[in-house]
């Protein structure tokens, strides 16, 4: 475990903003009515009680509720039940087959975005009632739940962004439907009832916990929830933190290292929208705490913290050896009890007696093996980024680049150790600026096409290289193919953009700074050099933010066989740390 990752923040909870109980007598009758109504499983887990040094602690197992792997379908469907009767003037002791009949009559659409399992619950509500259902989901969202969400009879719209984009164009739709209905798991204002009616249906969780608990003569004294939009979380404080139940409850909850909006809204006292980066724990990459659930959360919640992708994974495969079938999400409440050190143990008071209830919110499910982040270690560093090889690690069904997945495991070392970070830019596709493209149509017969290409090149200049030059050598090549394809035809290439390469002037306050970070650490006179090959500080030099590279020494850079020093890696270390140090004072 790395020494500066983000510490679990720790609240004293405000008791007058305990809310008043809630009458789950209708819910509760509600869900018992649905077609496959059990108790999911409440697990005991002595292994893991055994090593907090606490009474129990229980897993509520909610991969399989009424068929579909994620209690998600609890909220959606109380929440499209309330908002049909509401919408239609019907009272909520109406039976599932009147609602079916009134709604189909007048052509109820529902709508929904999602990152994952709200959208497939929300999907099995529209397929129980007949209803047009159409899910809307965020453009990073992996095939297989996509294909899963069809599956259920429901049409699904990729919106060209991130999940929040994915709400806007959802709520957006619902507005222009007639009798179109948003059955949405975050609040915003102006639309507050249907999310909480969906919080609401969470809550029969919580009352088979408490029913099978008292069963055994115990109680729950912390319960650790998993935070996306924050709808669980909220349905969590919503039933411990009420009015009636014991005061001593603790609520943890725990979001990844990458998509932390509640965290990062606890740090800043309001609530904050951030910039999400990938992680594997797909049902909380969420950057905006929803606003109703933010209200109690902030005031309610007594510890929270966040986990790393790896650190899930492992959390999964635990969960595993105990027979469990759990995803990343599910699973991250386990990751988050082992990383309390004996100082967070103590301050959330665990001790001998403490009964903890963690809540497993999905099944397993396909991901990509994560890498661990926790090392500060640069050679291990090093040795992490050269695994990084293929453009498909997994063979997923993701389309990731090498590129990207080397973004996406440096922003979430850092983001590990609470270093904010943003991407600037990311190249999707880089060519070469000569070889063979090579592509089309094997024919089965003898029919041939014509088509038209439209080819746009990104190049990184080397020494000796410039617009003109490269231009007349593409042109050449196509004139070369002109020659011996008498059908192929071409038009002069044209330069959209270039920008010429930068240099740091020589003697430049931050090249001598630089120069004598790295003469203390190889103890010997250092000159400063021009590079000979691509390095993307281009961008930087032309904002005025001056720029040096250090390089470990090594050879076969860039090539199919590769080498680093091992010890010149820990010297580039601790030139890079005297030059930040030196430098910011």
């Given at each position: 475990?790395?020494?500066?990752r983000?510490?679990v923040?720790?609240?004293e909870?405000?008791?007058?903003?305990r809310?008043?109980?809630?009458?789950?007598?209708?819910?509760?009758?509600?869900h018992r009515?649905?077609?496959?109504y059990?108790?999911?499983?409440?697990?005991?887990l002595?292994?893991?009680?055994m090593?907090?040094?606490?009474?129990?602690?229980?897993?509520?197992?909610e991969?399989d509720?009424?068929g579909?792997?994620?209690?998600?379908?609890l909220?959606?469907?109380?929440?499209?039940?309330?908002a049909?009767?509401?919408?239609l003037?019907?009272?909520?002791d109406?039976?599932l087959d009147?609602?079916l009949k009134?709604a189909?009559s007048?052509?109820v659409?529902?709508?929904?975005?999602?990152?994952g399992n709200?959208?497939?619950?929300?999907?099995?509500?529209?397929r129980l009632?007949?209803?047009?259902?159409?899910?809307?989901?965020?453009?990073?969202?992996e095939?297989h739940?996509k294909?899963l969400?069809?599956?259920?009879?429901?049409q699904?719209?990729?919106?060209?962004?991130d999940?929040?984009?994915?709400?806007q164009?959802?709520t957006k739709?619902a507005?222009?439907?007639?009798?179109?209905?948003?059955?949405?798991?975050t609040?915003f204002p102006?639309y507050?009832?249907i999310?909480?009616?969906?919080?609401q249906?969470?809550?029969?969780?919580?009352?088979e916990v408490?029913?099978e608990?008292?069963?055994?003569?115990?109680q729950?004294?912390?319960?650790?929830?998993?935070?996306g939009?924050?709808?669980?979380?909220h349905?969590?404080?919503?039933?411990?933190k009420t009015?009636?139940?014991?005061?001593t409850?603790r609520?943890?909850?725990?979001?990844p290292d990458t998509?932390a909006?509640?965290?990062?809204?606890?740090?800043?006292?309001?609530?904050?929208?951030?910039s999400?980066?990938?992680?594997?724990?797909t049902?909380?990459?969420?950057?905006?705490v929803?606003h109703?659930?933010w209200?109690d959360l902030?005031?309610?919640?007594d510890?929270s913290?966040t986990?790393?992708d790896?650190?899930?994974?492992?959390?999964?495969?635990?969960?595993?050896?105990?027979?469990?079938?759990s995803?990343?999400?599910?699973?991250?409440?386990?990751?988050?009890?082992?990383?309390?050190?004996?100082?967070?143990?103590?301050h959330?008071?665990?001790?001998?007696?403490t009964?903890i209830?963690?809540l497993?919110?999905?099944g397993?499910?396909?991901?990509d093996?994560?890498l661990d982040?926790?090392t500060?270690d640069?050679v291990e560093l090093?040795?992490?980024?050269t695994?990084?090889q293929?453009?498909?690690?997994t063979?997923?069904s993701?389309?990731?680049?090498?590129?990207?997945y080397?973004?996406?495991?440096?922003e979430?070392?850092?983001?590990?150790?609470?270093?904010?970070?943003?991407?600037?830019?990311?190249?999707?596709?880089v060519l070469p600026?000569?070889?063979?493209?090579q592509?089309?149509y094997?024919?089965?017969?003898s029919?041939?096409?014509?088509?038209q290409?439209?080819?746009?090149?990104e190049?990184?200049?080397?020494?000796?290289?410039?617009a003109?030059?490269?231009t007349r050598?593409?042109?050449?090549?196509?004139?070369?193919?002109?020659?011996?394809?008498?059908q192929?035809?071409?038009k002069?290439?044209c330069v959209?953009?270039s920008?010429?390469?930068?240099k740091l002037?020589s003697?430049?306050p931050?090249e001598?700074l630089?120069?004598?970070a790295a003469?203390?650490?190889c103890?010997?006179?250092?000159k400063?050099?021009g590079?000979?090959?691509r390095?993307?500080?281009?961008p930087?030099?032309?904002?005025?933010?001056?720029?040096?590279v250090?390089g470990?020494?090594g050879?076969g850079?860039?090539?199919?066989?590769?080498?680093?020093d091992v010890?010149s890696?820990r010297?580039?270390?601790?030139?890079?740390?005297?030059?930040?140090?030196?430098?910011?004072g």
């Amino acid at each position: 475990m790395s020494a500066y990752r983000k510490p679990v923040l720790f609240q004293e909870t405000t008791v007058s903003r305990r809310p008043t109980r809630l009458d789950l007598d209708k819910l509760i009758y509600f869900h018992r009515g649905l077609p496959g109504y059990s108790k999911t499983r409440l697990i005991d887990l002595p292994e893991l009680a055994m090593e907090l040094n606490v009474r129990n602690v229980f897993m509520k197992d909610e991969s399989d509720r009424f068929g579909l792997p994620s209690f998600k379908i609890l909220g959606a469907s109380w929440g499209t039940f309330t908002a049909i009767c509401s919408l239609l003037g019907l009272p909520q002791d109406s039976s599932l087959d009147h609602l079916l009949k009134e709604a189909t009559s007048c052509n109820v659409k529902l709508f929904a975005a999602t990152d994952g399992n709200h959208g497939r619950a929300v999907a099995r509500m529209g397929r129980l009632l007949s209803l047009i259902t159409s899910i809307y989901v965020p453009s990073d969202l992996e095939d297989h739940a996509k294909q899963l969400i069809s599956g259920e009879g429901a049409q699904v719209i990729t919106y060209d962004g991130d999940y929040d984009g994915a709400v806007q164009a959802a709520t957006k739709a619902a507005e222009i439907t007639t009798n179109g209905l948003l059955i949405q798991d975050t609040s915003f204002p102006g639309y507050e009832d249907i999310p909480s009616s969906i919080t609401q249906g969470y809550s029969t969780i919580f009352r088979e916990v408490d029913d099978e608990l008292q069963l055994r003569g115990l109680q729950v004294d912390v319960i650790v929830t998993p935070v996306g939009v924050g709808s669980l979380a909220h349905a969590v404080v919503q039933h411990y933190k009420t009015l009636g139940m014991p005061e001593t409850t603790r609520v943890v909850t725990v979001e990844p290292d990458t998509a932390a909006c509640f965290y990062r809204s606890l740090q800043r006292k309001n609530p904050a929208k951030i910039s999400t980066a990938h992680t594997i724990m797909t049902g909380m990459n969420c950057g905006t705490v929803s606003h109703g659930a933010w209200q109690d959360l902030c005031h309610l919640v007594d510890a929270s913290l966040t986990v790393s992708d790896f650190e899930a994974h492992q959390a999964v495969q635990y969960l595993r050896t105990q027979k469990i079938s759990s995803g990343p999400c599910g699973a991250s409440s386990v990751a988050a009890l082992r990383r309390l050190t004996i100082y967070d143990r103590a301050h959330l008071g665990l001790h001998p007696d403490t009964v903890i209830v963690l809540l497993n919110t999905e099944g397993d499910r396909p991901y990509d093996t994560p890498l661990d982040v926790s090392t500060d270690d640069p050679v291990e560093l090093t040795r992490l980024l050269t695994r990084i090889q293929s453009t498909n690690l997994t063979l997923a069904s993701t389309q990731r680049t090498r590129e990207t997945y080397i973004v996406d495991f440096i922003e979430a070392w850092l983001q590990h150790r609470d270093i904010e970070s943003c991407r600037l830019n990311q190249y999707l596709v880089v060519l070469p600026s000569s070889g063979l493209f090579q592509g089309g149509y094997k024919a089965q017969t003898s029919c041939l096409t014509a088509i038209q290409i439209l080819l746009q090149i990104e190049l990184h200049t080397v020494p000796g290289q410039n617009a003109q030059s490269i231009t007349r050598e593409i042109e050449s090549l196509l004139a070369k193919i002109a020659e011996n394809q008498p059908q192929f035809r071409f038009k002069r290439p044209c330069v959209l953009f270039s920008r010429s390469a930068l240099k740091l002037d020589s003697g430049h306050p931050f090249e001598r700074l630089a120069a004598k970070a790295a003469e203390n650490a190889c103890e010997q006179s250092v000159k400063p050099i021009g590079l000979r090959f691509r390095c993307d500080t281009t961008p930087l030099d032309a904002n005025g933010i001056p720029t040096v590279v250090f390089g470990p020494t090594g050879d076969g850079l860039p090539s199919d066989e590769e080498w680093m020093d091992v010890e010149s890696i820990r010297k580039t270390e601790r030139m890079i740390s005297s030059l930040v140090a030196e430098f910011c004072g």
